[in-house]
Structures are given as structure tokens and as C-alpha cells.
């Protein structure tokens, strides 16, 4: 989904918010409803941030939650549910900040919002859907074929197929018959289409026709939030990926190094616990040792809970697998817990990894990766992390090389557009992994 619609979603719930507010206090409160507002728009104010919080992380600001209505009424609800038990708690918990504790007052607003939030969703898919962009796309590419078939099976992107063409064979003549049949206002072409210079005249024309383009590399970009590795050329690596970012990598140095740090003081309590029952259940060693590779290709031991029995690797190195049988009965729950990855915060102490970055890899696995992946060594520009895109948006483990180009499409995406905003989305997304359930 593009920034703008993600943006009109936000604005259409903080709208909303509010007005649920306005409609429970009519209701309670009718002529009183002035002095309500007063006395409860500030406190309320505050709340309305744990309910876009909650929303966010349970993706109800991505195009994959507008396929169907009842998914849909499902994750509305779910999310709502959760944000108002919270704010009640908050209103409890910090009575002497709020100076509420509005139950009846909540309870209608809970009503009032889920039936406005999932009436604004309902819209918003049929409008995404009704006045989608009609695309003539140009290529034939397997994966713009993919592509192609994406979006007819999903209109709720908010992209149209127009027409597909996939080699023309009157060049520049056909596109510009099929933009002006099929009233296209948008023409995504692919990069070896976009150099050839028969086409550029008539393509140029069409300028003039509030006709739009876009590479399709760009354009699959906005629509799955990844980068089609396979179809990237070195150039664009060149041109697209920066590979110092000095203010941000001084933030986020000193950003990582302080939570790392209190996060080993505050979970110190749990790390003992886990480590006595390790001992306990299988024996030493309790801390599990590998060797990864970091960033520019630099070899470092990362230290992790040891989940899996001493001989687990006694044939040499294997994938992560989805149910892997050399994980303990203890493991299995340090595994889906991810309380294994604790001692991992005295890598991000030593600056071997960060919070958020692409998964590190075994040295052997790289090297196979490198000559079996085009730009498998891209993702070594940044430091690894304890969780990234590409772990959010597929999953963590790694069964085959092809699971792998496709990480490593999400992590491309991510050391192109990394910020400190980005970070703390991703671990956001990585609390709801843990705590609510994965995708």
C-alpha cells in the first residue's frame, strides 16, 4: 500500500476517535455534552495513542488486511478489544494523571469506534477497489508476470491491469493505443523497455496526457514493501543503496547500546532462570557459541541460550527449520518465547549486531549463499540484527536457498530506506510476533 493511503487510513481513524468520542458523550451526557468534552478530551487524547499503537502492530495499515470483509470485521475487532482493555487499565493504573475511570463512557465508545473504524476499512476497500489505478504494464519478466496475476486476484491493492503487454510488437504505437483505450493513467514499464530508444518519442508524448510512469522495480516496491533482487541491475544497487549513513549509524550506535543495556539488567532475573533450567534439564554447556558473519564480512561468536542437544550438529551445519527435531522439550519454548536470544544483547554491547538489521548468517552458508544468490553480499553494507524486515514480513527460519533470495529481498528493502523510524516499527512489529502471535 502506498504512503498516502496508509496516511488517509490514519487520518481516517484519528478522525474517528474522535468522533466516537463526541457520539458516547451525546449520549451520556446531552446538554451536559460541553463540560464533558472538556473534562475528557485530554485524557482521551492520550489513550487515542495506545489505540493507532495497537492498530499498527496488528497490521490494520497494510493493503493484505483489506482482501476480505470478514478477515477484515475480525482484526477491526480484535484490535479494538485489546486497546480498550488497555486504556481502561491506564485510566486505573495512572487515575492521578487521567483523573478518569470512565467504564460506561468506555464501553460505548468501544462500540461507537469498531462499528466507525470497520465502516471506514469497509469504504476504503471498496473505494481502493472502485477507482483503483489502471496500469498498462510493459514486460515479461516471470516476475512481472507474477505481478500481473497479483493484482487481478487482488483489486483491494488499488491497481487495476489495464493491459499487459508483454512483448510489443509495434513498439511505442501499441502502448499508446492501449493508454488511450483503456484510459490508463498509468504505464509500468520494465527497465529494458525504459532504455529502448524506439520507444522513448511516443513515450515522451505521453507525458503531456497526465499519463504517469514507473520502473517497475519501483513500482513492485510500493506494492510488496520488498526489493525484486532478481530483477535488479548494478547500477541501481549503485544509485539506490546507501552504504554510510553517519548520523544515523552514531544515533542508532548509541540508541542500541543504552536499551542492550538495560534490557541485561532487567531481564538479568529471567537469564539466571533459564540458564539453572538448562542445567538442569540437559547440562552443560548452558550458552551456546557460533560463529557469524558481520558486517564487511567480519567473523564474530554470537552467544545464544543453548536450545538444541549437544550432538545436534554432529553431521555438520543444518537450515533452521519450521519444526526442528534436535530442539530439547525446553528448547521448543526458549525457541518460541525467543528467551534464547537473551545473551544476544552482549553482542549488541560489543557492536557486533543491532537491534534491527539482517539475519546473521553461519560463514559456510554465506559462502554458498554468495554464489547462488545475485547481491547476497549487499546485506553485510549494515550490521546484523536481532530481528529485521525480513523476519517480521516471512519468517525465521531459512529451509532452502529460495527461502533466502526471498529475505533477502526484504532485507534490501530495508538498507535501502533504514532510519531509526523504520527500527522502531520493526521491533514493534517483533513485540506482536511475540506476544500476540505470528502472521
Known amino acids: 500500500m502506498s504512503k498516502a493511503k496508509k496516511l488517509l487510513l490514519l487520518f481516517g481513524d484519528i478522525v474517528s476517535l474522535y468522533a466516537s468520542l463526541a457520539l458516547t458523550l451525546v449520549i451520556r451526557y446531552q446538554e451536559g455534552f460541553s463540560h464533558a468534552w472538556k473534562g475528557h478530551v485530554v485524557p482521551f487524547s492520550v489513550i487515542f495513542l495506545i489505540w493507532l499503537f495497537i492498530f499498527y502492530v496488528t497490521d490494520l495499515y497494510r493493503q493484505q488486511t483489506l482482501r476480505n470483509t470478514a478477515d477484515l470485521l475480525k482484526k477491526v475487532a480484535g484490535a479494538t478489544i485489546v486497546s480498550a482493555a488497555l486504556s481502561m487499565a491506564a485510566f486505573y493504573i495512572f487515575f492521578s494523571f487521567f483523573e478518569l475511570t470512565p467504564k460506561t463512557n468506555l464501553l460505548i465508545f468501544t462500540g461507537v469506534f469498531l462499528c466507525l473504524s470497520y465502516g471506514l476499512r469497509f469504504f476504503m476497500l471498496k473505494a481502493f477497489t472502485g477507482t483503483a489505478i489502471r496500469v498498462v504494464f510493459v514486460g515479461s519478466s516471470p516476475l512481472l508476470r507474477e505481478t500481473v496475476f497479483y493484482l487481478k486476484n487482488n483489486p483491494h491493492a488499488g491497481y487495476a491491469v489495464a493491459r499487459w503487454i508483454d512483448l510489443p510488437s509495434d ?14 493513467e498509468l504505464i509500468v514499464i ?22 504517469g510512469f514507473m520502473n517497475f522495480l519501483d513500482f513492485y516496491e510500493t506494492v510488496f514493501e520488498k526489493v525484486p533482487v532478481s530483477e535488479v541491475e ?13 548520523t544515523y549509524d552514531i544515533a542508532q550506535r548509541a540508541l542500541d547500546f543504552l536499551a542492550a543495556l538495560f534490557l541485561i539488567i532487567i531481564l538479568s532475573p529471567i537469564g539466571i532462570l533459564v540458564s539453572f533450567l538448562i542445567l538442569v534439564t540437559s547440562g552443560f ?5 557460533q560463529k557469524r558473519i558481520g558486517k564487511n564480512d567480519i567473523l564474530f561468536t554470537i552467544y545464544k541460550f543453548r536450545t538444541m542437544g549437544k550432538d545436534a550438529e554432529k553431521n555438520g551445519p543444518l537450515y533452521a527449520q519450521t519444526n526442528d527435531p534436535r530442539l530439547t522439550h525446553l528448547g521448543k519454548v526458549l525457541r518460541h518465547t525467543h528467551l534464547d536470544e ?3 544483547l552482549i553482542n549488541i554491547i560489543k557492536s557486533d549486531i543491532a537491534f534491527v538489521g539482517p539475519r546473521p548468517e553461519r560463514p ?3 559462502e554458498q549463499f554468495k554464489t547462488s544468490i545475485p547481491y547476497y553480499n549487499i546485506r553485510h553494507l549494515v550490521k546484523p ?7 517480521i514480513n516471512y519468517r525465521y527460519t531459512n529451509e532452502s536457498v529460495e527461502e533466502t533470495k526471498e529475505k533477502l529481498s526484504y532485507d534490501v528493502f530495508y538498507i535501502k530506506h533504514r532510519s531509526i523510524a523504520l527500527n522502531i516499527l520493526i521491533i514493534l512489529k517483533t513485540l506482536r510476533r511475540i506476544f500476540i502471535s505470528a502472521k
Open 364 to 366: 559456510n552458508f554465506v
Open 285 to 289: 554447556p548452558v550458552i551456546y557459541s
Open 234 to 246: 548494478k547500477y541501481w544497487l549503485i544509485e539506490n543503496i546507501p552504504s554510510r549513513l553517519p
Open 190 to 211: 520494465q527497465e529494458e523497455h525504459v532504455k529502448d530508444l524506439n520507444l522513448f518519442p511516443v513515450l515522451y508524448q505521453l507525458l503531456s496526457s497526465n499519463t
Open 342 to 344: 537473551i545473551p544476544q
Open 385 to 391: 540484527g536481532l530481528t529485521g524486515w525480513a523476519q
Open 171 to 184: 513498439g511505442a504505437e501499441e502502448i499508446a493505443e492501449a493508454v488511450e483505450k483503456e484510459r490508463a
